[in-house]
Nanobody, 117 residues
């Protein structure tokens, strides 16, 4: 099982980044997918989630209207489009796969996002 995040890097305030998380080793379409982030000295927090067939999405308040989560089950990939980035968005971003029917979950290794001028 692997979840491999990519697309992180340095962005200026107001800029955009698109994160990707490529999954392998499990039935991707059976899992809801989420993005979390962890800033230095802070706990890991949920950013956004999407249902297994993209039938529902959830965003925490501090990213609503700026971030968009999507998935492509044919490519076993989940995305996080991040627009209007702020310095407070600086964190390591992780993707997580969750299955509720037969409980299991997997984490990726994370990708660093730094928002700075």
């Amino acid at each position: 099982v692997q979840l491999v995040e990519s697309g992180g890097g340095l962005a200026q305030p107001g800029g955009s980044l698109r994160l990707s998380c490529a999954a392998s080793g499990f039935t991707f379409s059976s899992y809801a997918m989420s993005w979390y982030r962890q800033a230095p000295g802070k706990e890991r927090e949920l950013v956004a989630s999407i249902g297994s067939v993209a039938d529902s999405t959830f965003y925490v308040d501090f990213v609503k209207g700026r971030f968009t989560i999507s998935r492509d089950n044919a490519k076993n990939t989940v995305y996080l489009q991040m627009n209007r980035l702020k310095p407070d968005d600086t964190a390591v971003y992780y993707c997580k796969a969750v299955r509720l029917s037969i409980p299991s979950h997997y984490w990726g290794q994370g990708t660093q996002v730094t928002v700075s001028s």
